[in-house]
């Protein structure tokens, strides 16, 4: 299939933003901010840049140089690269197939708090039982994930340049604006407790920037750099063949090196703002044993943090939601385009009849997803040790154990198969300078394998079946 007939992105700027619109998702809102105060503040920003600078810019150049290459999607550029590592290829689609089912869930979630915001329900959505009421209701938790499927599938409907493109370039500028905005409010914030204790956003500002090396031990060091390591994979949407698919939108006479440096600096940036607004935040309220990971962080403590900010709470808390459905959306539609993009190449078929037809499917499976809170609920239990609901099963199958093992073969295809020449040679295409080549060989051939096991056996547990 030629470029013109697939089409895409109309420039650098275009693909980049769309990129990041990828890797600007809930897991820089709800987890990183999380991790850096777990994870002894400084010292995890540190260890996360030198993650960033090195493992995460080599997964993403791979995959976006892979794209452009082959101008194909994942099953198709996996086959082109050597037929016999297809099996890879379809692996890698099967990443964001599972993740699709309960991606738009969650974007129903961050609807709903909307909703409640602008109907001036901010105090009730405060309320202890808000959140958990809302995902157990079969009915309102299933229309909210529909409403989510539905914007994405019309975005995708209309294609790269149409649909994901132009709503990319309007909404990642304006997401940029409001986390800056809430940022610098979160900073100003100061809250005297019942006891008369006060507290000041600069000291959770220092709390968040300040290494902690009180207490580190190897063992504890090596927890912080894979959770950082795995916190950095599902930032950037990396190994899930997301990149692949959107690399091969990408036009010829793009410099990738470049394009690559603005990915990883905009979704750094961004996790570092969400940081900035949440870590002061919840300390000034709360206290630092208030910041909680995932839905609870976001759905549950942050609205008792707006309700406690007084009138002005309303506005920030439906900014912030705002500014979370939008980071949420250009996160799914590029979730749902590698599936549909794989899917027109297996099909043969056009985009709006395969759009339709994925749209169908996930709108049922949403549904089925958003009702493991209710009518389909179960209680399975994960390697982990933490006992799982239908969403958290497909998040631990798609996040925590296919793409550690994708990464891992990926590595190794491209570090010793196919030798790193055939990715070195797309990003220096047009006589573009690869700044970072030789690091790029190293990580390729022998870091990034080596990691990517070992983050493979820590997320499986059998790291601690080990140890
Ligand atoms: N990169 C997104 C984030 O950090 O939230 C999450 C994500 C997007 C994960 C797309 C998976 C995905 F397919």
Same mark, same amino acid.
């Given at each position: /299939? ?17 990129? #990041? ?82 991606? #738009? ?15 001036? #329900?901010?105090?009730? #959505? ?64 100061? +809250? ?79 996790? +570092? ?24 962080? /976001? +759905? ?5 943090? +707006? ?161």
């Amino acid at each position: /299939m030629n470029k013109e007939k697939k089409g895409g992105f109309s420039s650098g700027i275009g693909f980049v933003l769309a990129a #990041a619109g990828s890797a600007v998702g809930v897991g820089n809102i709800w987890r990183f901010p999380y991790l850096a105060a777990k994870d002894g503040g400084g010292l995890f920003l540190l260890v996360y840049l030198v993650l960033v600078l090195t493992f995460g810019f080599t997964l993403l150049t791979s995959d976006i140089a892979i794209g452009r290459k082959t101008q194909k999607s994942s099953i198709g550029a996996y086959t082109q690269m050597r037929p016999k590592w297809k099996f890879l290829g379809i692996l890698t689609f099967l990443v964001p197939v599972i993740i699709m089912t309960y991606y #738009a869930v969650i974007g129903g979630w961050i609807c709903r708090y909307i909703v409640a915001y602008i109907t001036g #329900a901010g105090h009730v #959505a405060a309320g202890d039982s808000f959140f958990t009421s809302f995902i157990t209701s079969p009915v309102s938790s299933s229309i909210y994930a529909l409403i989510f499927m539905l914007i994405t599938a019309a975005i995708i409907y209309n294609g790269v340049q149409g649909g994901i493109e132009k709503v990319s370039r309007i909404i990642m500028p304006v997401l940029l604006v409001m986390i800056v905005g809430i940022a610098i409010y979160s900073m100003t914030l100061s +809250f005297t407790d019942g006891s008369g204790v006060t507290r000041t956003s600069m000291e959770g500002f220092l709390l968040y920037v300040t290494p902690n090396f009180k207490g580190l031990t190897l063992p504890k060091f090596l927890q912080v750099l894979l959770d950082a390591m795995s916190q950095l994979f599902f930032s950037l949407s990396v190994s899930m063949g997301i990149m692949i698919t959107y690399g091969s939108y990408v036009k010829k006479d793009v410099n990738l090196n470049k394009s690559v440096a603005q990915i990883e600096v905009f979704d750094t940036v961004v996790a +570092f703002l969400a940081g900035l607004m949440i870590i002061p935040a919840v300390y000034v309220f709360s206290g630092i044993e208030g910041m909680q990971s995932g839905p609870s962080l /976001m +759905f549950v403590s942050l609205p008792k943090v +707006f309700d406690a900010m007084g009138s002005f709470g309303w506005i920030v808390g439906l900014i912030f939601f705002v500014m979370v459905a939008f980071a949420a959306l250009t996160s799914c539609i590029s979730v749902l385009e590698a599936i549909v993009a794989n899917c027109m190449a297996i099909f043969s078929a056009p985009r709006k009849k395969v759009t339709i037809s994925c749209g169908i499917i996930y709108c049922i499976a949403s549904v089925v997803i958003a009702l493991g809170y209710s009518l389909f609920y179960v209680e399975i239990p994960l390697p982990n040790g933490s006992m799982a609901q239908l969403l958290d099963l497909m998040d631990y199958i798609s996040n925590s154990f296919m793409m550690p093992f994708i990464s891992l073969l990926s590595t190794i295809l491209i570090g010793w198969v196919v030798e790193p020449k055939w990715i070195i040679d797309e990003v220096e295409y047009g006589g573009y300078k690869f700044s970072r080549k030789k690091l790029y060989i190293v990580m390729i051939k022998y870091v990034t394998p080596i990691m990517m096991f070992i983050l493979f056996l820590q997320s499986t547990g059998i790291l601690n079946m080990i140890l």
